[in-house]
């Protein structure tokens, strides 16, 4: 069964920083491409950043650009999505999700293996 856990939310300040995780279960994360996308009260799914398996290529939405880093630890067979300078518009329902690759920073050929992603709440 191909399951992966997002962890690493919480409430934090404007300005404050995060480090989300994405962790596999039933598979090798490896294997894939991954890629984090959010979901705002109200708002549609945006892709947010992607990773190639190799982690050679990075890219991200221009409105997270220069504020969040993805990465990955093959060993912990994990991928990271640090995030710096929040802001309240960062606020959303984060997700990861495995796939064949990244076009820009949105996935493609989507693995069906969503979690139930991590809450972002970005507040004074």
């Known amino acids: 069964q191909l399951q992966v856990v997002e962890s690493g939310g919480g409430l934090v300040q404007p300005g404050g920083s995060l480090r989300l995780s994405c962790a596999a279960s039933g598979f090798t994360l490896d294997y894939y491409a991954i890629g984090w996308f959010r979901q705002a009260p109200g708002k549609e799914r945006e892709g947010v950043s992607c990773i190639s398996r190799s982690g050679g290529s990075t890219n991200y939405a221009d409105s997270v650009k220069g504020r969040f880093t993805i990465s990955r630890d093959n060993a912990k067979n994990t991928v990271y999505l640090q995030m710096r300078s929040l802001k309240p518009e960062d606020t959303a329902l984060y997700y990861c999700?495995?796939?064949?690759?990244?076009?820009?920073?949105?996935?493609?050929?989507?693995?069906?293996?969503w979690g139930q992603g991590t809450l972002v709440t970005v507040s004074s």
């Open positions: 999700a495995p796939g064949l690759g990244c076009s820009g920073y949105v996935l493609i050929k989507r693995v069906d293996a």
